[in-house]
């Protein structure tokens, strides 16, 4: 299949890519792109996995950079001018970006070899996360017409895979995709009212690593110490902690010192740990979609494993309600917004392009409003096209050198205290004077062998001489205006991101309900036939597959469904 993939692109045709999660689809784009002259542009929405695959190209020795909200205006005039001059291989851009008046403008000045759109579900209308932002492609394609685009994507329905087509102008329909059926992988949902000794007692019975899932970052540490005292090695995980926080989260599961992560949907993008044994849910996804590739993250390796959902009566009232929590009604939003403005003392007429940090807490208590609600309003005025709200992004240190040569050297004899520093920024960090470098205060410190502060304060007298910029490290939202304020009368919410998604919201809420509720077909039939596969076979070791086998009636259907399927073929091919 990548081999497909890659040959494709590489011959300059539009393509679209349908792999399970795991299945490896970086390697479908950076293979083609390394064999040709020029960038390679590529969108996604993940901003902890753009710095991961930059992280990781760097080490191999190939340039690659990253523009998404919260870089300074500056930072991204150097990152686009890289990639304009032959200093950068891939550029890797948040969708929020592409509709900016300086991206299309350099994007025009760059020699770009292809374009790759990832999560590419996200420009389907139909998609469980769609982003309006993403319709911004099509003009980037009406920019560079004569560049092919690569979309990849885990989970589509056969809807979206031909929305997605449509919106990126495909010249010529062209899909490669593996089927989404995993044989290994039991998809159980066991009915309990006490879930909790449900998933110690799952834990006990399933050896090696596992991941349970839950919807609130209180409830990760909640179940991490439940599992904890219950003698299970649990760690927790969820998008408020800091990059360090989740590295060092990450390595002990990697390495076992974990044997369990608790963890809300932040986790998973890119883990790479493929014996997990055992995924559970204890509290249910909003849709098939987000269920079928969080359980997915089980038995990569191709061994027996478990995907298990927990389910009580009281979840689908809970699922219901979260559909009214999601969409706040249209007062709420619009409050929200004016708020937000007058926050920052945003009058009607200003603001676009204006970035400003976003302590939800801080807000909520200022304007009295609830934090959910806060949330969820953001995450509309941003598919509405108002805002772009960017929730707990921790930015790295960065730093520049602005001076020249000749000021740096009279600074250093008139301040003999800060060579220590200057030194140790030009011996390890290359290209000060042409582009930030992400640098760290604690190795600074330990070459300096003085302590983080000291460097931090150092490093804020060499910005406050004109002869650094310093953007220090923080961990915190961010709120960009995408355009000028509008009075409030004005401010529309359009069917499709409000009443529409809404709706969407419903049937995919009512197909998650189905799933756990349906105790008469093959859990991973219902889960393929979602998918667009209706002729899979029965899986043999599901839930409801061990109990037709009890009631002797597995061996029955399965030559049913097969002699349905083979006429089902015959009238094709007659056809």
């Known amino acids: 299949m990548q081999l497909n993939i890659i040959e494709s692109i590489g011959s300059g045709k ?20 390394m064999a040709k002259d020029g960038v390679c542009i590529v969108i996604t929405p993940l901003i902890a996995l753009m710095k991961d695959q930059v992280s990781i190209l760097h080490k ?22 890289n990639c304009i001059y032959g200093g950068c291989k891939f550029l890797y851009v948040s969708p929020e970006r592409l509709a900016t008046d300086i991206f299309k403008t350099k994007v025009t000045q760059m020699k ?42 885990a989970t589509a329905t056969p809807n979206v895979v031909d929305n997605i087509q449509e919106a990126l102008n495909f010249k010529k329909k062209n899909v490669f ?19 909790e000794d449900a998933l110690i007692s799952l834990l006990r019975r399933v050896n090696g690593s596992g991941i349970v899932y839950v919807r609130t970052r209180r409830r990760t ?55 997990v044994r055992i995924v559970v849910h204890l509290d249910v996804p909003n849709s098939i979609e987000a269920y079928f590739q969080e359980a997915g993250r089980a038995g990569r390796d191709g061994n027996k494993s478990f995907a298990i959902l927990l389910w009580s009566g009281a979840d689908s009232v809970k699922l219901q309600r979260n559909i009214d929590s999601s969409f706040p009604s ?37 304007f009295k409003r609830w934090p959910l609600t806060v949330h969820n309003s953001l995450r509309i005025l941003t598919n509405a096209g108002y805002l772009d709200y960017q929730e707990e992004t921790e930015l790295k240190s960065r730093v520049i050198f602005i001076a020249s040569d000749i000021e740096v050297y009279n600074a250093r004899l008139a301040n003999p205290d800060l060579n220590p520093v200057i030194d140790a920024l030009l011996r390890n960090y290359t290209g000060l004077f042409t582009e930030y470098a992400t640098i760290s205060e604690d190795f600074l410190a330990k070459i300096c062998n003085t302590t983080r502060q000291n460097i931090y304060e150092k490093l804020k007298a060499l910005a406050r001489m004109r002869l650094i910029i310093y953007n220090p490290q923080k961990n915190t939202s961010l709120i960009a205006w995408t355009q000028d304020r509008v009075d409030e009368r004005f401010l529309h919410l359009p069917k499709s991101v409000y009443e529409d998604r809404r709706h969407d919201l419903e049937i995919r809420t009512q197909a998650i309900i189905d799933y756990c509720e349906c105790d008469d077909t093959c859990r991973s039939q219902v889960l393929l036939q979602y998918f667009g596969e209706l ?40 056809e």
């Open 221 to 275: 540490w909640e179940t991490a110490q439940l599992l904890n005292n219950a003698g299970i090695p649990t760690a927790y995980y969820h998008a408020g902690m800091t990059n360090k926080e989740k590295d060092q989260v990450q390595q002990d599961w990697q390495k076992g010192i974990a044997r369990v992560i608790a963890c809300t949907n932040a986790f998973g993008m890119g883990i790479d740990k493929p014996d």
């Open 177 to 195: 995709r593996t089927s989404f059926a995993r044989p290994n992988l039991a998809y159980i949902v066991k009915h309990t009212e006490n879930k």
């Open 14 to 33: 539009d393509t679209l890519g349908l792999m399970p999660t795991g299945g490896g689809k970086s390697i479908t784009f950076q293979v083609p792109a």
């Open 112 to 153: 770009v070899c292809q374009i790759v759109v990832d999560e590419a579900h996200c420009i389907s209308q139909w998609g469980h996360d769609f982003r309006p932002s993403y319709m911004q492609i099509s003009q980037i394609r009406d920019l560079l017409p004569d560049v092919p685009v690569l979309a990849l994507t």
């Open 535 to 574: 002729h899979s076979p029965l899986c043999g070791h599901c839930d409801v597959c061990h109990e037709m086998k009890r009631d002797n009636t597995f061996e029955a259907l399965q030559i049913a469904q097969s002699e349905e399927f083979n006429s089902c073929s015959t009238n094709t091919e007659d």
């Open 330 to 366: 249209k007062e709420d939003i619009i409050a929200t917004y004016n708020s937000a403005c007058n926050s920052q003392s945003i009058g009607v007429g200003s603001g676009c392009g204006y970035v400003c940090d976003f302590d939800i807490n801080t807000f909520c208590h200022t």
């Open 60 to 81: 191999h020795g190939i340039t690659a950079k990253a523009i998404f909200s919260g870089l300074t205006h500056d930072e991204i005039l150097v990152a686009l001018d």
